[in-house]
């Protein structure tokens, strides 16, 4: 199947695969197949995470409806799979939390859906860690909101290792004018660019 039988990954296949009855991995490949997944997407996704395959129905199919009424459409939740099978980790009630603790931080709705398409990892983060990072970047470095929109990534940077080191770089070049003075959406262009 592709996997080195030295990496923990391969454990991980081996335990999903005979954990499991070919009945039921008929029933999840049906289940993928209804929304759209090929054979060989599945496989694919296997590979990157095989315990996406051990997923039940159930599970499978309320974390496609939540995305979808949380205004993602049948093709964007596809890809989110796609993009990170390990978002069937979480339950309606997290994902439903995960958009209230955006929602309740200033992000709109759709702003929500563009960072969940663009890093599904995001669903996932603790309230409280998406208010820290989000507060940090908005108070202490002065940046709009729609910067975190558009870079969801840095919320799965770690606060004491990147996002906080870096901010202090950026903050010295911006009081020496090395980043100069220039419009707003320019300061954090540039400075995004440093964290990424």
Not at 97 to 123: A, H
Request: overall charge positive.
């Amino acid at each position: 199947m592709g996997f080195a039988p030295t990496t923990p990954k391969f454990v991980e296949a081996l335990c999903i695969v005979y954990g499991l009855s070919d009945k039921r991995l008929e029933q999840n490949f049906n289940v993928y197949k209804r929304f759209g997944l090929t054979i060989d997407d599945v496989w694919e996704l296997f590979k990157k995470c095989p315990t996406f395959l051990g997923y039940s129905e159930n599970r499978i199919i309320q974390t496609f409806e939540t995305l979808k009424r949380c205004g993602l459409c049948e093709v964007e939740v596809m890809s989110v799979f796609k993009r990170n099978p390990l978002c069937l980790r979480a339950s309606e009630q997290q994902i439903l939390n995960s958009m209230e603790t955006y929602i309740g931080l200033g992000f709109s709705r759709d702003e929500f859906v563009m960072m969940v398409k663009c890093f599904p990892q995001c669903i996932g983060y603790s309230a409280e860690m998406v208010k820290k990072k989000t507060e940090f970047v908005v108070k202490k470095m002065n940046w709009p909101l729609k910067v975190m929109t558009l870079f969801p990534q840095v919320l799965g940077y770690s606060m004491e290792k990147r996002i906080v080191p870096r901010c202090k770089v950026i903050k010295a070049l911006m009081s020496k004018g090395s980043l100069g003075s220039e419009a707003n959406s320019l300061q954090w262009r540039l400075s995004w660019h440093v964290l990424i």
